[in-house]
């Protein structure tokens, strides 16, 4: 079922509840890994291999409508 949430320009999303036990639980399972730090040095080096995507909006050859 769809939320209608009021049109706000002060309100972005609803708030927040707190976490239940279960959830921070989970969470703690999740993270409390002993290989953490080699998969967090992982994720690194990929995203610093990534190069981003270009905009859609830019002309990747504008700099070039001088000389042409």
Same mark, same amino acid.
């Given at each position: !079922?769809?939320?209608?949430?009021?049109?706000?320009?002060?309100?972005?999303?609803?708030?927040?509840? $707190?976490?239940?036990? #279960?959830? #921070?639980?989970?969470?703690?399972e999740l993270?409390?890994?002993?290989?953490?730090?080699?998969?967090?040095?992982?994720?690194? $080096?990929?995203?610093?291999? !990534?190069?981003?995507e270009p905009?859609?909006?830019?002309?990747?050859?504008?700099?070039? #409508?001088?000389?042409?």
């Amino acid at each position: !079922m769809p939320v209608n949430y009021p049109i706000n320009p002060q309100i972005y999303a609803p708030a927040f509840t $707190s976490l239940k036990e #279960r959830d #921070r639980k989970a969470l703690i399972e999740l993270f409390d890994r002993g290989d953490i730090d080699d998969i967090e040095a992982d994720v690194n $080096s990929n995203l610093l291999l !990534m190069i981003p995507e270009p905009c859609w909006e830019d002309d990747p050859f504008d700099f070039l #409508r001088e000389y042409l």
